[in-house]
């Protein structure tokens, strides 16, 4: 007879089934998944270069300059508050009633929070929008799932090298739509000078372009992209299983078949439970993943306020449009880097990129925003690719890390749920931290000694992962 694997040790593809032979990557899904996930970078930088000045326009700040930097970290805290609370959820889900029906359902929340950040006049608004979009976007970890389902041990890697690429992008495109494209009636009178929708609502346009590329990332998902795993279910077991955390039961071996003639290729692992989940290297990577989410979200949401605060409050006093177009120069650069250089970097970054910040506002209040600004700004870009790189990389150890081929969605739900908790802490407490330090008599060098001591943090947590993938397979 043969036994249901459903052991936690269990690897997700022994040794004696490896295959020698370089499978073809699947490009007619791959495509597909490229393009979808471009929504999600491509939504949260078009937001990035104006949100500074959204701030101001909205009268929240009542004119202090200060508390700028603060509420942008609360509204970009919503969102992670948001998706902390269903994100493990989401991608438990998706192995359940498959990957399809749950990244229908983010696409659809990325457009309608779009549409709804732009007509939002208000601070409550704002919020309500981003919150609504990271609790109904799961769609990052169940990708991750669906790329590992789609191949096997010879082409992961090579797959996973142009996971970068909608995110660069995204990181591209959204910054110079952001930046350009907001206050549209300033920017290009003689085009929408006449439009009052847009002097009513000037960040409409750009959050209006990205909602707009969302709903059609739904379409191309809904009629080309082929669900992974075997397991379906219509839509209302989906809102039922969201709501009621009550699943369809994954098909089981059909008891008029002979048990000696069941092909041990075809008997489905079950989910483990979540208590299950929690190995010891499930519960490493999760604490590397948390910590380096927790340094690369301060460090992004700091740089846009930094750009945009004023130079004798410790910034570079930078408008949107430049903003954006640093972006998304930084965007091209780091994708470039990790399509070229892409390995397993998983602790090759330190808290060099935070010198440089303080550095280059003393050039700006000395000389102004002259050529040794810019050139500081490059290197302090320039610094963060290593930092980004390590994203690819951690995801092949959450999947080295899963128990069985049943739970990826669930590990990488894991991975996903204490990374979104830790997202909600950088915004809020490094621009806190930020807007408390500019004030008169605060040691400007306290936001740089906060984002150096997650750096170190991070560096040590790092040193947890094997050298070696493939250690944690062999000795499952």
């Given at each position: 007879m043969?036994?249901?694997?459903?052991d936690?040790e269990?690897?997700?593809?022994?040794?004696?089934e490896?295959?020698t032979?370089?499978?073809?990557?699947?490009w007619?899904?791959?495509?597909?998944?490229?393009?979808?996930?471009l929504?999600d970078?491509?939504?949260?930088?078009?937001?990035a270069?104006?949100?500074?000045?959204?701030?101001?326009?909205?009268g929240?700040?009542h004119?202090d300059?200060?508390q700028?930097?603060?509420y942008?970290g609360?509204?970009?805290?919503?969102?992670?508050?948001?998706?902390t609370?269903?994100?493990?959820?989401?991608?438990?889900?998706?192995?359940?009633?498959?990957?399809?029906?749950?990244?229908?359902?983010?696409?659809?929340a990325i457009?309608?929070s779009?549409?709804?950040f732009?007509?939002?006049?208000?601070?409550l608004?704002l919020?309500?929008?981003?919150?609504f979009?990271?609790?109904?976007?799961?769609?990052?970890g169940?990708?991750?799932s669906?790329?590992?389902?789609?191949?096997?041990?010879?082409?992961?890697?090579?797959?996973?090298?142009?996971m970068?690429?909608?995110w660069?992008?995204?990181?591209?495109?959204?910054?110079?739509?952001?930046?350009?494209?907001s206050?549209?009636?300033?920017?290009?009178p003689?085009?929408?000078?006449?439009?009052?929708?847009?002097?009513?609502?000037?960040?409409?346009?750009?959050?209006?372009?990205?909602g707009?590329?969302?709903?059609?990332?739904f379409?191309v998902?809904?009629?080309?992209?082929k669900?992974?795993i075997?397991?379906?279910?219509?839509?209302?077991?989906?809102?039922?299983?969201?709501?009621?955390?009550?699943?369809p039961k994954p098909?089981?071996?059909?008891?008029n078949?002979?048990p000696g003639?069941v092909?041990?290729?075809e008997?489905q692992?079950k989910?483990?439970s979540?208590?299950a989940?929690?190995?010891?290297k499930v519960?490493?990577?999760?604490?590397?993943?948390?910590v380096?989410?927790?340094f690369?979200?301060a460090f992004?949401?700091?740089l846009?306020?930094?750009?945009?605060t004023p130079?004798?409050?410790?910034?570079?006093?930078?408008?949107?449009p430049r903003?954006?177009t640093?972006l998304a120069?930084?965007?091209?650069a780091n994708g470039?880097?990790?399509?070229?250089?892409?390995a397993r970097?998983?602790?090759r970054f330190g808290?060099?990129?935070m010198?440089?910040a303080?550095?280059?506002n003393t050039l700006?209040?000395?000389?102004?925003i002259?050529l040794?600004?810019?050139l500081?700004?490059a290197?302090?870009?320039?610094?963060?690719t290593n930092l980004?790189?390590?994203?690819?990389?951690?995801?092949?150890?959450?999947?080295?890390?899963a128990p069985?081929?049943a739970s990826?969605?669930?590990t990488?739900?894991i991975a996903?749920?204490f990374v979104?908790?830790?997202?909600?802490?950088?915004p809020?407490?490094?621009?806190?931290i930020?807007?408390?330090?500019?004030?008169?008599?605060?040691?400007?060098w306290l936001v740089?000694y906060?984002?150096?001591?997650?750096?170190?943090?991070a560096?040590?947590?790092?040193?947890?992962?094997?050298?070696?993938?493939?250690?944690?397979?062999d000795?499952?």
């Open positions: 043969i036994a249901l694997q459903d936690e269990t690897p997700l593809l022994p040794r004696s490896q295959p032979a370089k499978t073809p990557l699947p007619d899904q791959l495509w597909i998944m490229l393009f979808l996930q929504s970078p491509l939504s949260s930088q078009t937001l270069p104006f949100i500074p000045q959204l701030i101001r326009d909205i929240v700040t004119g300059e200060s700028v930097g603060h942008v609360i509204l970009q805290s919503s969102y992670f508050a948001a998706h609370l269903t994100i493990f959820h989401w991608s438990q889900l998706s192995d359940q009633i498959g990957r399809k029906p749950v990244l229908l359902a983010a696409l659809l457009s309608v779009m549409f709804s732009g007509l939002s006049k208000t601070f608004g919020v309500v929008s981003r919150a979009c990271g609790a109904f976007n799961g769609s990052n169940v990708i991750k669906m790329l590992i389902d789609i191949t096997d041990a010879t082409n992961m890697p090579k797959a996973y090298g142009y970068p690429v909608p660069m992008i995204g990181t591209i495109a959204g910054p110079l739509i952001g930046g350009s494209l206050r549209p009636v300033e920017g290009f003689d085009i929408f000078g006449r439009s009052e929708l847009l002097k009513t609502y000037p960040y409409f346009l750009p959050c209006f372009i990205s707009v590329f969302a709903s059609v990332s379409l998902t809904y009629f080309y992209l669900e992974s075997p397991i379906r279910a219509p839509l209302w077991e989906l809102i039922r299983g969201f709501f009621r955390l009550s699943y098909p089981q071996p059909s008891s078949v002979d003639e092909n041990p290729e008997v692992s989910p483990l979540l208590r989940l929690m190995t010891p519960s490493t990577v999760t604490a590397v993943y948390a380096t989410g927790l690369h979200i992004s949401t700091v846009p306020v930094f750009y945009a130079i004798d409050l410790g910034g570079l006093s930078l408008d949107p903003i954006g640093i120069t930084a965007g091209v470039i880097f990790q399509m070229v250089f892409y970097l998983h602790d808290a060099k990129v010198h440089v303080w550095l280059i700006a209040r000395a000389y102004g002259g040794a600004v810019w500081f700004v290197v302090q870009l320039a610094l963060t980004i790189m390590c994203y690819s990389c951690l995801a092949l150890f959450v999947k080295a890390a069985n081929r990826l969605g669930a990488n739900g996903q749920l979104a908790g830790a997202r909600i802490i950088g809020a407490s490094t621009l806190s930020f807007s408390y330090a500019m004030q008169e008599g605060h040691d400007a740089y906060f984002l150096m001591a997650i750096a170190f943090l560096v040590g947590a790092s040193l947890l992962l094997p050298r070696d993938l493939s250690t944690w397979e000795h499952q």
